[in-house]
C-alpha cells in the first residue's frame, strides 16, 4: 500500500437533517488517527478541512426533492478537484467525513486516475437512491446512484464527466435497510451484495474473500467507502442513521485486516461519524481502530 498519504476532512452535513456529522473529522483527529498512521510509518500528510459553504438562508433547503443541493454540489466539487490533484502526486488520499455525500467528490477525484476503479461500500445502506425515489432527499442517501451517472446534473457531472464507477465493480459490504427501487436497481445493474443475511450465513471471511477474489480480476484499484452505521449501533453509536442488526467491530477488523493483506486499497473515506450522538468519542475511536487494521495495524 502506498505509504505517502494526504488526509482531507469534509465537515458536510447538508446531505441529511442531523446536525453534529460535521465534527467528524475533528473527532478522528481527536482519536488520535494521524499518531495511528505515523506509527504504522506512513508519510502523512494533513490538509486539513476544506471548507463548506452554508445555506444562505433557511436551513435544510429543498431543490428539486434535494436537501441543499447547491452546496452539496460547491462541497463536492471542492473535495473532487482536492482529491485527483493527490492522487496525481501518487499520495494515498484518505478522506473523513462528514455525511457519506462527500462519496461524490471523493470517487469524482479518484476514478479520472484508473481505468477500472472498484469500489467496496460498507454500509448498512444502498445510497443508491435518487431525487425520484429518495422519501427524504437526503443526497448522503444517493453518492453511489450519482457515480454511477443516475441523478441531478449538477451532482452526476462533478469533474464534468459520469458514470464515475460501473455497476459490476461494486461491492455493498453489511447492507440490511435497502428501499424497494434501491433493490430493483441492484438487481437490473447487477451490483454485488453482501447483506447482513448473506455475511450470518457464510461468515466474515468468506465474503470478504469472495469480494476480493471478485474486484481483484476486474478492477486496477478499489476505494473504499466506509460508512460507520455498517457497524451495529450497539457498538457504534454515534452514527446519524443507525440500523440494529449489523456488524461487529471485531467482524470489521477482519475485513479490514483482510484488505490490508489483499493490498488492493488505492483510496478510502470513513465517514458518518457524529459526535453529538457518540458516547465518550467511541465510534470516532472505532473508525480510528479500522483505519489501524486497514493500513497494517494487527490485534494482539
Known sequence: MNKKM????????????RRGVDMGPSAMRYAGIIETLQRLDYNTHDLGDISINRPDSKYSKQEDNLRNLHQVAEG?????????????KNRFPLIL???????IGSL???????DNLGVIWYDAHGD????DT???GNIHGMPLAVSLGLGHDKLTNILEYQPKVKPENIVIIGARMLDPEEKEL???MGIKVYSMHEIDRMGMSAAMTEAIDYLKEKTDGVHLSLDLDGLDPAEAPGVGTPVLGG???????????????????????FVEVNPILDEKNKTATMAVGLVGSLFGEKLK
Open 6 to 17: 494526504s488526509i482531507i476532512g469534509v465537515p458536510m452535513d447538508l446531505g441529511q437533517n
Open 108 to 114: 469524482a477525484g479518484i476514478s479520472q486516475n484508473y
Open 186 to 188: 441492484i438487481q437490473e
Open 76 to 88: 463536492n466539487d471542492t473535495l473532487a478537484k482536492m482529491v485527483k490533484e493527490e492522487v496525481g
Open 128 to 131: 443508491l437512491n435518487t431525487a
Open 97 to 103: 467525513g462528514g455525511d457519506h455525500s462527500i462519496a
Open 247 to 269: 456488524l461487529s467491530y471485531r467482524e470489521s477488523h477482519l475485513a479490514m485486516e483482510m484488505l490490508a493483506e489483499a493490498e488492493i486499497i488505492t483510496s478510502a473515506e
Open 134 to 136: 429518495s422519501p427524504s
